[in-house]
């Protein structure tokens, strides 16, 4: 069984998500997502979900592509799951291009592109700006 494993936080979740998750799935069997937790997100990215972490969790699970998901707590313990859950490939949207390379001593590391009309960051910008205008 190949496995494959993905992070992100997956906030306001749409279709660019949708489609890296379908295209990391179709690399291998079993699918992991390490889902950032809310504490992660806060002290390390500086980034406020709209959605907590089990309404995040919930929502992924629901995916038929995704067959696990983690909490990813902090950028260190990407070794130890590979490790862990015994992952093949490492997955990651190629704005992350390069980042994670140090990680091909213990599986491959493949970096898809994005789907460029869509973000998060795009959503919450149209989002505040709708309620600028009202």
């Given amino acids: 069984m190949k496995k494959i494993i993905t ?12 489609q890296l998750l379908k295209r990391a799935k179709a690399m291998g069997d079993y699918l992991i997502v ?12 500086q980034k406020e979900c709209y959605f907590n972490y089990d309404k995040r969790k ?3 699970e629901s995916l038929r592509y995704v067959d696990l998901v983690i909490p990813e707590e902090n950028w260190e313990q990407k070794v ?10 490492f997955v990651m949207g190629d704005d992350w291009e390069g980042k994670f390379d140090y990680l091909k001593e213990f ?11 869509i973000s998060t960051t795009q959503i919450k910008e149209m989002k505040k700006n709708e309620n600028k205008d009202k």
């Fill in 58 to 60: 919930m929502l992924l």
């Fill in 80 to 89: 130890n799951d590979i490790k862990e859950f015994r992952v093949d490939t």
């Fill in 7 to 18: 992070y992100g936080t997956f906030d306001l979740l749409h279709y660019g998500h949708i």
């Fill in 34 to 45: 390490g889902l950032s937790t809310d504490e992660f997100n806060w002290n390390e990215k």
């Fill in 107 to 117: 599986c491959e590391v493949v970096y898809l592109s994005r789907t460029p009309e």
